[in-house]
């Protein structure tokens, strides 16, 4: 069928012609039909989003995803191309891509009715056929609809002829689907002329109406504050969506690390890198907490992408030490989480009494993240010996973003009580062969059982160069 280049070719070779929402609809059933998934590459949604998006499509229905940013609403928008045929036949030089079987605007009907069965036909690949627009106060209806091309008018067209028209985003993906992020950005009477496109199917252009019965699928996203709260959507179109999908952030701990393995981009380290699981957790924890915090703007969220770069930068973090010290394992430490505090600034919005306490309500999330993930991994361990010897000994333990694990551990003489146990009760399944016996990984659990033994006020540690631009670095003793 792909081979045809007449419309009469099309016809023999048994094309029937459907609407972008039947097409969705019946590839969607062939894929529950056969288990395959609907979508790949999103984490979490299978029993919440998901299904709900199946049974929009199933229905028909145009939808509103709803949620806080980084929710993957503009990702599921995009998985949706899956669902379209590799392939569509459009008439040839359309600028609309009417069916060489239903043509819809005057060009194509003249031409249809002058050359029939030898109407050319072309084919356009699926991910041509999805549009996107972000919704700003400045959008115009010529950019979503179209306006009058003053070039074709001085050529001696009317006003109200069709062929004067230049189309915007909306009729250039006629057999597609359009989405637009932020709707209720959108200005109102913009809101109208999409509403008239998508209802009575006509497009309004400089007073003229022209009948354009445009075939998609719409898709909008919204915060849920403004979609619902703010009265920012018009009635009428708000009428005409016919699903909501809420989408959420991840539920648990380890859909959070899930995404984070995916969608973080591994430094072009000369090096190699192990992020142990435990500082993984203590990530996706704080993140949790930042969510639950009456401190923190919850109608703007926290996105998962703050947890990608905070990740990210734990990583290079480690990188940079590695680098500077020749050590062949990058491996984060307990005090590269400092180098995440500044970053965060920037991503989450704070609802404050007073100003100037942003990164006091970040540090406390991570400590009590790193609390919590210290108690759940090595709740019962023996601390006694290496307490004792901070107490009766008098040891110091000085570690920085700069210092290397073997400094850490020369620390303790060459003799580090219980680091057998604790090591194991924090192993990875995934850590590389041989690197349990890296001074790095060694470190990097040190440290973070001498951090959980501050917070739980078994230790004291004082800051020596506070955390910033130029690194950290602390001390713990008795």
């Known amino acids: 069928m792909a081979r045809a280049s007449t419309v009469t070719e099309l016809t023999a070779a048994g094309f029937g012609a459907r609407t972008v929402k039947e097409e969705l609809r019946d590839n969607l059933v062939e894929r529950l039909r056969t288990g395959r998934p609907l979508t790949t590459g999103v984490i979490g949604y299978d029993d919440t989003v998901l299904p709900a998006l199946e049974r929009a499509l199933l229905a028909g229905q145009d939808l509103v995803l ?106 250039r993906h006629h057999r597609g689907i359009v989405a637009i992020n932020e709707l209720p950005d959108l200005p109102e009477r913009i809101q109208v002329a999409l509403l008239n496109v998508l209802e009575e199917r006509d497009v309004q252009v400089r007073g003229y109406s022209l009948r354009l019965p445009l075939d998609l699928l719409l898709v909008v996203t919204a915060n849920p504050d403004d979609y619902t709260n703010r009265g920012r959507i018009i009635s009428p179109l708000r009428d005409r969506f016919g699903a909501q999908v809420r989408t959420h952030y991840p539920a648990t701990i380890d859909d959070e690390i899930a995404i984070v393995h995916a969608e973080a981009q591994p430094p072009p380290a000369p090096v190699d890198v192990h992020v142990p699981r435990f500082l993984d957790e203590v990530l996706a924890e704080m993140v949790h907490r930042l969510r639950a915090s009456p401190e923190v703007n919850q109608r703007s969220g926290v996105s998962v992408r703050f947890t990608i770069g905070a990740h990210e930068t734990l990583v290079a973090s480690a990188v940079r030490r590695a680098a500077r010290t020749g050590a062949a394992l990058a491996v984060p430490r307990v005090i590269d989480l400092r180098a995440v505090l500044p970053a965060a600034l920037g991503r989450v919005e704070f609802d404050l009494l007073e100003e100037g306490r942003e990164l006091d309500v970040i540090e406390h999330a991570l400590g009590q993240a790193l609390l919590a993930v210290w108690r759940d991994r090595l709740t019962g361990i023996d601390v006694a010996g290496v307490v004792s010897r901070f107490d009766d000994e008098g040891l110091v333990v ?81």
């Not at 569509?88 to 079987?101: A, F, H, K, R």
């Not at 020369?410 to 604790?422: H, P």
């Not at 955390?467 to 001390?475: E, N």
């Open 398 to 478: 000085d570690t920085g973003d700069l210092v290397p694990g073997e400094d850490v551990l020369a620390a303790f003489g060459g003799r580090v009580e219980g680091l057998a146990d604790w090591m194991e009760r924090l192993g990875d399944h995934d850590t590389p062969a041989g690197a349990n016996e890296a001074p790095e990984i060694a470190a990097s659990v040190v440290e973070f059982v001498l951090e959980g033994l501050h917070l739980g006020r078994r230790l004291n540690r004082d800051d020596l160069r506070p955390s910033g631009a130029g690194g950290a670095s602390v001390r713990y003793g008795s």
């Open 66 to 171: 709803l949620g806080e940013r980084g929710q993957a609403k503009t990702r599921l928008v995009r998985l949706l191309v899956d669902l379209l045929d590799d392939e569509l036949p459009v008439v040839t030089g359309c600028e609309i891509n009417c069916s060489p079987l239903t043509p819809i605007c005057v060009e194509c009907r003249e031409r249809a009715a002058e050359l029939g069965g030898n109407l050319p036909v072309s084919w356009i690949d699926r991910d041509r056929r999805l549009a996107e627009k972000l919704a700003t106060p400045d959008t115009s209806v010529a950019d979503l609809i179209g306006d009058v091309d003053p070039i074709k008018v001085a050529e001696g067209r009317t006003l109200g002829d069709e062929r004067t028209i230049h189309w915007g985003l909306i009729p």
